[in-house]
Structure formats: structure tokens, C-alpha cells
């Protein structure tokens, strides 16, 4: 391996900053103040949620499925019982033929059902609503895919290779989407979020809920959104705009 | 009588345990002698703690934080096992298992201890990541 040029890097680096600074000033202060110091923890005065657009997102485009996949080392799937932490739904109306298109992951809810159906306390919710599986104390039971309205957990089924760092994962543990917490660690945004927006769809909107200010609650306030099977009173950090 | 006899038991015990202490010693000290394994050098001068330290509690520093990040969401702690495969990888391949010479795998077939990490955790650098995937 190559020694790490740091010259290059402080170059990249202040060249990126000055770019955010002139071009979007806003986005970029908020992304540094998103991010929590190191050794701090996740705060119980955040919930972090998405927005999604159905009326933006493009029927047949795979950009944010092909992103999840590429960020966490996941295997395109061949087969049913392949792992799988997002996947597109086209939703028709038979009566009017209305076509609408979304992305479909772990809905992030307020009181998650697969919490408490774990009995080992692997499936958990963390302070600022993301909900994640400890692979250290998850047993495979699957007690969590059954609970799970949304279908949104996979059983990893065979050896994994391939892995990233910021996502291990293994045979014999359930997973599911995790926000992708350690960008959000960072005050980043998910690589849906970030790929949809590159593929010029601009369909899901990250951000905090308990925020006023941050954009995804001032487009919640404005618009009727709605969580998938409200009626469940699961109260989902993930949101759908025009179903 | 009785009560001497425990005495002598004990006085027994306290030399068996003595030696034991001494035979421990010695085993430490072969560490640096010729029957340690030979192990890709570290980057880097300084090491998160000493190497005595590391190799008796690495398992519970790496253990005790992998709670507090997981469940927690602390970031940017002293131990952290991302940490050590960024400077104990193999400089060639980026990754600490492949042969008894990565820094891992040597180590703990040395002392015959299973390593389970890697089943779940990327076993190679950010850096290596990119490249062709290892099999399982």
C-alpha cells in the first residue's frame, strides 16, 4: 500500500470545502452541525426519518437499490431468500391504472415489532429511532422477520465474503436496513438518499423529524404524507409522500 | 496434627503455585524469542497500547466497545477493531488473514485460539476493499 499523501488530501479537502461553502452554504453548515463529536452518543432529542416522493421516484430506476448494495458489500440477489435491505414496489390502482413507484426498507418505527418479538434484545432501537440488529447477540431465530410488517429483514443464509467495514455481516443473523448509521454518525446521508439525488430524482429526503427546521419536517408539515400500514400505530420514521 | 497437616498442604500449594507463577514468566518472555511467530510489520510506530497490554486484553477492549458503538452510537473510541486492521493489514494484500504471517490469523494460530471476528467483519483495509472479493 501507498504511503498516505497528505498534501493531496489537505488539497481535496479545503478545494471541497470552499466548493460547499460557495455553492451551498445552508446544506453544508447543517451537515457539520448534524455531526455528532466522537465519544458522544446518539441524542434521544433527534429522530432521524426519510421522506420519500413517489411522485418524483421513476418507475424501473434501481439507483438507490444498486447504491444500498455497493455501500454494505450486499450481493446483488439471485434468489428469493437472498439479503435484501431495499427493494422497489410499483403499486397500481386497477380502477384509475395509476402507476406509482417506491422504495420499500426498514421503516425505522417509533415502536417496533421486531423489537419486541427478539428474545435476546439483538433487535433494538437506538436512542435517535434508528432500529438495528446486534450481530453479537443475534441468534437467527427469525422471530423479527415474522414480526415485521414491511418485510424488511433477510436471513443471511450462506458464508459472506466481500464484507465493508462499516457494515459487518454474517451467516446465520438476521439483517435489515440501518439508515446507514455510520454515515449518519458522520453527518452524512444515507447512499439512497445520496443516489437518488445523483440520479437526478431527488425522490427521498433524509433529515431529523424532531428538527422544525430540517427540510424533511417542513416538507411533512406542508404536504399529506402518509406511513405505510398507519394502522398499525407503529409510527414509522419512514414517510410517503403521493400514494 | 490435623491442623499441621494443612499447614503442610498449604506449603505445598504455595510452592506449586510459585513454580507455576515462574514457568508463566517464562513463557511471556519466550514471546520475544525465536518460536514467536514471524508477523507482517505494523504501519506506524505506536500502537493504541503496550504490546504486552494488547496481547492479554485486546479481546476485552475490542469487546467492551463494540457495545457502547453498537448500541450507543459512540464513535471514535481508542479501540476499535477497524483500527487495528488499518495498520496491522498485510501491505501488499491490505487484509490480516491469508497465511500464518498476517498479523491475525498468525498470532492466533500461535496460540491456538479460534478467531471468530471475521466471519461478520471485513477482515482487509478500507483501501483493499475495493479490490476482488476473498472466499469465504
Redesign the interface.
Known sequence: MNPVDTGRRKFLGATAAAAGVALAPGVLLYEIAAARPPGLEASRSVRWGMLVDTTRCASGCTACVDACNREHGLPAPTRPTDAQWIRKVELKDLRSGAVHSAPVMCQHCAEPPCVDVCPTGASFKRADGIVLVDRHTCIGCRYCMMACPYKARSFVHEPTAGQKTDTPRGKGCVESCNLCVHRVDKGGTPACVESCAAAGHQAIVFGDLNDPSSEISRRVQAVATTQLRADLRTDNGVRYAGL | MRVAGFAQAGGTLRAVLGAGAIALALAGAAWAGARAPALDAPRGDKCVEDAATMRRSHMDFLKHQ???T????????RHSL?GC?ECH?N??D?AVLGSPTHFCQGCHEYAAVKLDCF????SR?????AGP????
Open positions: 463494540r457495545d457502547d453498537v448500541h450507543r452510537g459512540i464513535r471514535g473510541a477497524a486492521i493489514a501491505p501488499k491490505g466471519e461478520c467483519h471485513a483495509t478500507r483501501a483493499a476493499q472479493v476473498r472466499a469465504p
